[in-house]
Antibody
């Protein structure tokens, strides 16, 4: 079945870096755009970034632009999010999601990132 | 990238209908038929309920419907059931090639 599994979350100090991964299975990964969406504790959803199916285009939320980088390896069916210069306000559950049309069709279970000294 | 505006909470009794509104601008909701709705139960990942304003993915009950007028989209749930109690989020594609979510609406089934 279609599945997305995030990993790489944890506790990190402000200013440090972290890389999240999202392993995809059950569908043709290389045919779909992929997103990262985050949710701070007790808060709503916030779109973070998108990468086109072939990696040719990437777009970011203003809140992470210049600090986060989305990438993918279609040979490994894996999506990544490199997060640099982390701030306390980046603390959240990070979800990867498969994009169809302009919607988030399938979601992973999420991985928690805590930025704290 | 301002968040779309949703009511913080709505409630209804089993069997009744409720509507959740989602207001944006001409740069997002009003400019594209790319509004989607998500259901999120506590501690769970969001689930797509409506895409492209009014389309239901396979497996979503037809009690869920969506519409749009101008800069405001709406999600209607008819024949409310206890399991519908959850948080609901709208989302829209934007003119900046980005996406924006609403603040979320907590649905309580009385």
């Amino acid at each position: 079945q279609v599945q997305l599994v995030e990993s790489g979350g944890g506790v990190v100090q402000p200013g440090r870096s972290l890389r999240l991964s999202c392993a995809a299975s059950g569908f043709t990964f290389s045919s779909y755009g992929m997103h990262w969406v985050r949710q701070a504790p007790g808060k709503g959803l916030e779109w973070v970034a998108v990468i086109w199916y072939d990696g040719s285009n990437k777009y970011y939320a203003d809140s992470v632009k210049g600090r986060f980088t989305i990438s993918r390896d279609n040979s490994k069916n894996t999506l990544y999010l490199q997060m640099n210069s982390l701030r306390a306000e980046d603390t959240a559950v990070y979800y990867c999601a498969m994009g169809t049309g302009r919607a988030f069709d399938i979601w992973g279970q999420g991985t928690m990132v805590t930025v704290s000294s | 990238q301002s968040a779309l505006t949703q009511p913080a909470s709505v409630s209804g009794s089993p069997g009744q209908s409720i509507t959740i509104s989602c207001t944006g601008t001409s740069s997002d909701v009003g400019g594209y038929n790319y509004v989607s709705w998500y259901q999120q139960h506590p501690g769970k990942a969001p689930k797509l309920m409506i895409y492209e304003v009014s389309n239901r993915p396979s497996g979503v009950p037809d009690r869920f419907s969506g519409s749009k007028s101008g800069n405001t989209a709406s999600l209607t749930i008819s024949g409310l059931q206890a399991e519908d109690e959850a948080d609901y989020y709208c989302s829209s594609y934007t003119s900046s090639s980005s996406w924006v979510f609403g603040g979320g609406t907590k649905l309580t089934v009385l």
